[in-house]
């Protein structure tokens, strides 16, 4: 699959689930998507999407899974406070940059926050400690600037939701490329596609990004601190 998204997608409002994957999809997100207020499960993943995540994305209220990982989107993420549903946010291995969301603490439906491989900068929002239901945090290739400033692993505890059903995994930053870490679909967020072998380099490798060994997942147990 080739060329771009079709901005008549948009007109399809009814739907609730939307899965474009491994394709060789370009150009930017269409903004009209925004009108796809019942959809659930929007999933662009391993595509060549570049530009920035629209607003109006932001504003689908009925979102529980947003999956973008293995793009080449930019900037930084948009307003999301429509979002209370979102149960699971992928956006690996892309070129997003500025510091990572304090809004990120209003998702609270929100397990699963991939955000590895990203050029982020500044601090590990404390408000993180607000996502209580909260199971996976990844972290993965995270650039040197917010590098240097995550905390140490008591540290991420402390921050973290100590409540049950508690964190059982983060992954600060890995020692492994995120393919082989858990396979390039499981860490986009969706199931593996039968009968597709394609795989791409992770950006930061293609940027030029420090590959040597660094820790790879710290565990919790639940109920653990």
Do not use: K
């Amino acid at each position: 699959l080739m060329g771009r998204l079709p901005t008549e997608l948009g007109l399809l409002t009814g739907i609730r689930v939307l899965l474009v994957s491994r394709t060789d999809l370009t150009g930017t997100i269409p903004a009209e998507l925004g009108r796809l207020t019942n959809i659930q499960d929007l999933v662009l993943q391993l595509s060549s999407f570049t530009g920035t995540i629209p607003e109006e994305v932001g504003q689908l209220s009925a979102l529980t899974r947003l999956g973008l990982s293995f793009n080449l989107l930019q900037g930084t993420l948009p307003s999301f406070g429509q979002w209370t549903s979102l149960t699971s946010l992928f956006v690996g291995n892309n070129d997003f940059n500025g510091t990572l969301p304090t809004e990120l603490g209003l998702l609270t439906e929100l397990s699963e926050l991939h955000v590895s491989n990203n050029a982020w900068t500044g601090t590990l929002p404390t408000e993180l400690g607000l996502l209580t239901a909260l199971v996976t945090l990844c972290l993965l290739y995270t650039s040197d600037a917010l590098r240097e400033h995550l905390p140490g692993v008591g540290q991420v505890a402390a921050v973290l939701p100590q409540d049950p059903p508690h964190l059982a995994e983060v992954v600060r930053f890995g020692g492994v490329e995120p393919e082989r870490h858990q396979g390039v679909d499981q860490l986009a967020g969706a199931p593996a596609a039968a009968g597709h072998g394609r795989s791409r380099v992770a950006p930061g490798a293609a940027r030029g990004r420090s590959q040597r060994a660094r820790p790879g997942p710290i565990r919790r147990a639940a109920g653990g601190r």
